[in-house]
Structures are given as structure tokens and as C-alpha cells.
């Protein structure tokens, strides 16, 4: 079984700044996948990233960029030059299996200010 | 990517009624999923629907509670039965993505149990 944690409830930021949202899981498989979703207050789950477990380089998508750290199985997001639009509930998944279910973590709500 | 739209996109139901959920996508997937959110909580997957079998439950789900239908590739529906307040909560489908190593939501429908 796979268990995701996201530590952190809620987060706010002042815009153009930088934030960083964490999340560890757990697995005992060997090969897996992360993601980050976002879902703004429309309900929409949007992918941010995701990452391969199997890939040692950290992924990134313009101003998001994640720190994979596999020993510590820690798996965290850092949106850089925060825009108003990022104000969304954060979650953090795993799968083991590329097709297979998602499991999410607590979410982290996060407020970008003016 | 995949598009999904979900019917109703919100409904308030009454105690002890049952509200039928429908998920179309506009192209043909192999596994179909349904998730449950709670109110201010993370995503809790209820099944995995494939087309042509049975759809599998996860603990603490079953069906007499939350049948599921996946009569073709394109669409699947979830009946939430029997109603009661505690079934409040944001229902979503989402789809595998395939080659694509993501998966694709729906907007979700906002249920209100009275």
C-alpha cells in the first residue's frame, strides 16, 4: 500500500515570490510515479508535474520544479515568481503503476497575495 | 489528453433518494475512475470501473451503495443510493491517460444531501 502526507494545511505567499510545498510518501515498490495536481476553486484537477521514480533528475514545467529526494522519499513542489492564478488546493499522488489508481495526499491550500 | 464532462454538475438531493452520476469522455479508455471528496479533504478513490467486468471496490466502498456502470469505452456511471447527509461531497471520474503518464479529470459533481 502506498501513503502520501502532506504536512503543511495551508500556505500563502506574496505574489512574485517563491514557495515550496511539501509532501513525502511511502511505497515499497520499486518503481512508481509522483504528480502534483492542482485544483483552483472551479473543481478542475489540473496536473502541474509529475516525475518518475526510475529518473533521478528533477522535473520541471516553467515555474514549477519539484525536489525529489528517493532516500527520503520526499517529493516536494516549489513554485517560483507566484502568480494570483496559483491560489488552488494542492495534492500531492502516487501510483505504482502508470494506468493504475491515484493516492492522494491531505491537500495544501494555497493563498498567493497581492 | 482526454476530455471529460460529468453529469449533473451539482444537484441537491433529498435524505433516502438516489442520484444517478454520468461521465462521458470523448475518446475510447481502458480503466475509468471514481473518486470521492469530502468537504475541505483530499481525493478517496471508490472503484476502478473497466468495460466489461465488474467494477472492483476499494475497502470501505461497496456496491449496493455505489453501483457502477461501464457499458462502453466512452462512459461510465456511479449511483450513490440510499442517501444520506454523510454522502455530501464532490464526486469525480478521471481517466488513465495510456501512453500519457497522467491522469485526466472530470469536473466533478457537487452533491448535497438534505
Known amino acids: 500500500a502506498q501513503t502520501v502526507t502532506q504536512s503543511q494545511p495551508e500556505m500563502s505567499v506574496q505574489e512574485a515570490e517563491t514557495v515550496t510545498l511539501s509532501c513525502t510518501y511511502d511505497?515499497?515498490?520499486?518503481?512508481?510515479?509522483l504528480f502534483w495536481y492542482k485544483q483552483p476553486p472551479s473543481r478542475q484537477m489540473i496536473l502541474v508535474i509529475r516525475?518518475?521514480?526510475?529518473?533521478?533528475q528533477n522535473a520541471t514545467e516553467n515555474r514549477f520544479s519539484v525536489n525529489f529526494q528517493k532516500a527520503a522519499k520526499s517529493f516536494s513542489l516549489k513554485i517560483s515568481d507566484s502568480q494570483l492564478g496559483d491560489t488552488a488546493m494542492y495534492f500531492c499522488?502516487?501510483?505504482?503503476?502508470?494506468?493504475?489508481?491515484?493516492?492522494f495526499g491531505g491537500g495544501t491550500r494555497l493563498m498567493v497575495k497581492p | 489528453s482526454a476530455v471529460i464532462s460529468q453529469k449533473p454538475s451539482r444537484d441537491i438531493c433529498q435524505r433516502g433518494t438516489s442520484l444517478t452520476i454520468q461521465c462521458q469522455v470523448d475518446?475510447?479508455?481502458?480503466?475509468m475512475f471514481w473518486y470521492r471528496q469530502q468537504p475541505g479533504q483530499s481525493l478517496t478513490l471508490i472503484a476502478t470501473?473497466?468495460?466489461?467486468?465488474?467494477?472492483?471496490?476499494e475497502s470501505g466502498f461497496v456496491i449496493d451503495k455505489f453501483p457502477i456502470s461501464r457499458p462502453n469505452l466512452t462512459f461510465s456511471t456511479l449511483t450513490v443510493s440510499n442517501m444520506s447527509p454523510e454522502d455530501s461531497s464532490i464526486y469525480l471520474c478521471?481517466?488513465?491517460?495510456?501512453?500519457?503518464?497522467?491522469?485526466?479529470f472530470g469536473p466533478g459533481t457537487r452533491l448535497t444531501v438534505l
Open positions: 516525475q518518475e521514480a526510475y529518473k533521478q
Open positions: 511505497t515499497s515498490e520499486s518503481n512508481y510515479y
Open positions: 499522488a502516487s501510483t505504482y503503476n502508470a494506468g493504475n489508481m491515484l493516492t
Open positions: 475518446s475510447q479508455v481502458t480503466m
Open positions: 478521471s481517466v488513465d491517460g495510456g501512453a500519457v503518464l497522467e491522469q485526466f
Open positions: 470501473a473497466n468495460q466489461g467486468s465488474e467494477a472492483t471496490y
